[in-house]
C-alpha cells in the first residue's frame, strides 16, 4: 500500500494529489480542519508518483543559489503601501508582470471567506490577492492552471507559502523561464475551520450580518500595530489591534498552527524561490530612516531571475541593500519553527462550542482581564480596610 508521508510532517501542499495519473488521491479535511491526502487504494496504480513528488519525502536541494541579496523597500504608492501587509512589493512585482501580459497566481478570498489561491489576469484585480490571510490557503487546481499558462508561454509569477512553492516546482518537475516564483517569511498557517468559527463568532456580534469585506492587517494604527477589521452587510464594522483580536492572538500564540509548520521543513536561509518576501521587523535599527510605520517590506532575492524581475520594479519602489544575515536576525521565522503551544490540541478541540470564551482562556485577553480582576478585588479590598 503506498503510504504518502507522516501525517505530522505533511504540509497540505497539493502536489502528490495534483500529480496522480489515476485521480485516486483526494484531499480531505481531518477535525482540526487541514487538508491532507487521502488515497483510494482500488485505483492505485503503485506508480510511485506521489512519493516521489513529495517535498517531504523527497526534498530537492538543488538549484539552491548560494548568493543572497537583501533589501528593504517601499512603495512610492501610500494607497498600495497602506493596503498591503509591509511595503507592498507583492503588488509592484505583480504589476509589472501583469503589464507584460503574464498572470499571477496567490491567495485570496472565497464568496465565504475562506482562503483560496487564485489567478489574476490584469492589474485592476490585484486587490484580490493583495494583503496576507493568516490562514492556510487551498492551492486546489492552481498548480495545474499555472502550468497550462507556463505551457502556453505566458510569463507566470506565483506566490505562496514556502511549502506551496516546493510543491509547485516539484509537480511542474521541470524549470520554466516563464515562471517566477516568491514565497515569505512564513510564522505558520492556522487551521481554515479555526477561521470558520471566527467569522462565525463575528457574525453573531454583528446581529447575524455577514461580512462584506475583511483585512488582517488595517493600518489605522501603524504597521507594527496593525488591526484586523470586518466591514459588515449591515454596514457595522469591527476593528481590533493584533494584541486584542482573539484569532491574531491564537495564531501568534501558535494555538491553531498546521501540525507540520512545528517542524517546518521549509526554514532555510537558500531557497529555490527567486523572491522572498516578509515584514521587515529590524527597518527601525537597521535603516531607521526608511520606517515611517506604514510599512516596509524586506525582500530576498535569491536567483539571477529574481534580481531582474526586481530590477524591473524600481522605478515603482525606493529601496536599499541590507546585510541579509542582519536582517535575518530580526526576522527568526525564515530559518527557526513556531513553538508548538502545549495547549494546542485542547484548544482546538475547544474552541467549536465557543470561540470567544475558548480564545480568551488561552490567551493573553483572557490574562488582561484576570489583572483588571485582581486589581478590582485589590482595590475593594484596600477600600475596606480604610
Ligand atoms: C501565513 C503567513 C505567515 C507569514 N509570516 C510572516 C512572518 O512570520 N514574518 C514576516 O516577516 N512575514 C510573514 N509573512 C509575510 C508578510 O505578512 C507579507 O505577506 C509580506 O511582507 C509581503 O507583503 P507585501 O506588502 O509585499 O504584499 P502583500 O500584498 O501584503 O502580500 C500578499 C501576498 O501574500 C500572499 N498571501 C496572502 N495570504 C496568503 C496565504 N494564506 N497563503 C499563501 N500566500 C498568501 C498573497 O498571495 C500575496 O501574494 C507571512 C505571510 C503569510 C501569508
Ligand atoms: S502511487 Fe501513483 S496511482 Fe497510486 S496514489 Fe500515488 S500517484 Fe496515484
Ligand atoms: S506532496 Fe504535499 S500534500 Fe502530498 S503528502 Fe507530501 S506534503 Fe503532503
Ligand atoms: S511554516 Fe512551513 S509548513 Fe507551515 S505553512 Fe509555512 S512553509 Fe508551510
Known amino acids: 500500500m503506498i503510504k504518502i508521508v507522516e501525517k505530522s510532517k505533511c504540509s497540505g501542499c ?62 512610492k504608492e501610500d494607497y498600495i503601501r497602506l493596503n498591503s501587509s509591509s511595503g507592498g512589493v507583492f503588488s509592484a512585482l505583480a504589476s509589472y508582470v501583469l503589464e507584460k501580459g503574464g498572470v499571477v497566481f496567490g491567495a485570496g478570498f472565497d464568496k465565504n471567506f475562506n482562503i483560496i489561491h487564485k489567478c489574476v489576469e490584469s492589474v485592476e484585480n490585484l486587490a484580490i490577492l493583495r494583503g496576507s490571510k493568516y490562514v492556510q490557503s487551498k492551492i486546489g487546481e492552481a498548480y495545474k492552471e499555472a502550468e497550462n499558462f507556463l ?34 517569511i512564513c510564522h505558520g498557517v492556522p487551521s481554515p475551520q479555526v477561521w470558520r468559527d471566527y467569522i462565525k463568532y463575528r457574525s453573531a456580534v454583528a446581529n447575524g450580518a455577514k461580512p462584506r469585506k ?20 449591515n454596514d457595522t464594522e469591527y476593528r481590533a ?6 484569532m491574531m492572538q491564537v495564531f501568534l500564540k501558535n494555538l491553531c498552527l498546521r501540525p507540520s509548520c512545528y517542524n517546518c521543513h521549509f526554514k532555510t536561509k537558500y531557497r529555490r524561490s527567486d523572491i522572498t518576501l516578509a515584514d521587515f521587523w529590524g527597518i527601525k535599527n537597521i535603516l531607521p530612516e526608511m520606517d515611517d510605520d506604514k510599512g516596509t517590506s524586506l525582500v530576498i532575492i535569491h536567483s539571477k531571475k529574481g534580481e531582474e524581475v526586481f530590477k524591473q520594479i524600481e522605478q515603482k519602489v525606493i529601496a536599499f541593500e541590507v546585510d541579509v ?13 513556531a513553538k508548538r503551544d502545549s495547549k494546542r490540541e485542547k484548544f482546538l478541540s475547544e474552541e467549536k462550542s465557543s470561540f470567544s470564551k475558548v480564545a480568551e482562556k488561552y490567551t493573553k485577553l483572557n ?11 485589590l482595590i475593594k479590598r484596600i477600600l475596606g480596610r480604610i
Not at 58 to 63: A, D, I
Not at 151 to 167: A, M
Open 325 to 337: 544575515d542582519k536582517a535575518i536576525f530580526y526576522n527568526s521565522a525564515m530559518i527557526q519553527s
Open 241 to 246: 489591534t493584533l494584541d486584542k483580536d482573539p
Open 151 to 184: 505551457k502556453y508561454g505566458r510569463l507566470v509569477y506565483f506566490s505562496g507559502t514556502p511549502c506551496q512553492i516546493e510543491g509547485l516546482l516539484a509537480y511542474l518537475k521541470r524549470p520554466y523561464e516563464n515562471l517566477i516564483t516568491q514565497d515569505l
Open 367 to 377: 490574562y488582561c482581564k484576570r489583572i483588571k480582576g485582581k486589581l478590582k478585588r
Open 14 to 75: 497539493y502536489a502528490c494529489a495534483m500529480v496522480c495519473p489515476k485521480s485516486c488521491i483526494t484531499m480531505t479535511t481531518d477535525e482540526e480542519g487541514f487538508w491532507y491526502p487521502e488515497v483510494d487504494i482500488k485505483s492505485c496504480i503503485n506508480c510511485g508518483g506521489c512519493v516521489r513528488v513529495c517535498p517531504i519525502q523527497r526534498p530537492n536541494f538543488s538549484k539552491r543559489d548560494k548568493h543572497l541579496t537583501a533589501y528593504a523597500v517601499k512603495h
Open 214 to 233: 475583511i483585512a488582517f492587517r488595517a493600518k489605522n494604527e501603524g504597521w507594527k500595530r496593525y488591526s484586523v477589521s470586518f466591514l459588515f452587510e
